[in-house]
Nanobody, 119 residues
Framework: QVQLVESGGGTVQAGDSLRLSCLAS????????MGWFRQAPGKERDVVAT??????YYTGSVEGRFTISRDNAKNMLYLQMNSLKPEDTAIYYC??????????????WGQGTQVTVSS
């Protein structure tokens, strides 16, 4: 089992930056993938970015603005979000899975942290 706890959300203005953090505990060793997902009001939860070893994936709308990183020694996952836009407003979730594929199959989730971007 893996437990995930996010932090770092908040309310900011368009153009500002935020860094989300996720602390993982439990059986986190071995081949694994971590990622950030988000769910806006009235919409489905979608992938934002994922990371496994030196490989990363970004959804098109955040590429060039967001950076995902992972510190395995500290069991931490980060999402640096720059040039935030109102459309980035959502609940952001940290996710974990065993394996190597960057997409699909995430089965451990955090409780989510709210990010609100005002115009």
């Amino acid at each position: 089992q893996v437990q995930l706890v996010e932090s770092g959300g908040g309310t900011v203005q368009a153009g500002d930056s935020l860094r989300l953090s996720c602390l993982a505990s439990g059986r986190t060793w071995g081949n694994s993938v971590m990622g950030w997902f988000r769910q806006a009001p009235g919409k489905e939860r979608d992938v934002v970015a994922t990371i496994s070893g030196g490989m990363t994936y970004y959804t098109g709308s955040v590429e060039g603005r967001f950076t995902i990183s992972r510190d395995n020694a500290k069991n931490m996952l980060y999402l640096q979000m720059n040039s935030l836009k109102p459309e980035d407003t959502a609940i952001y979730y940290c996710a974990f899975k065993y394996g190597q594929s960057l997409l699909g199959g995430f089965n451990f989730w955090g409780q989510g942290t709210q990010v609100t971007v005002s115009s």
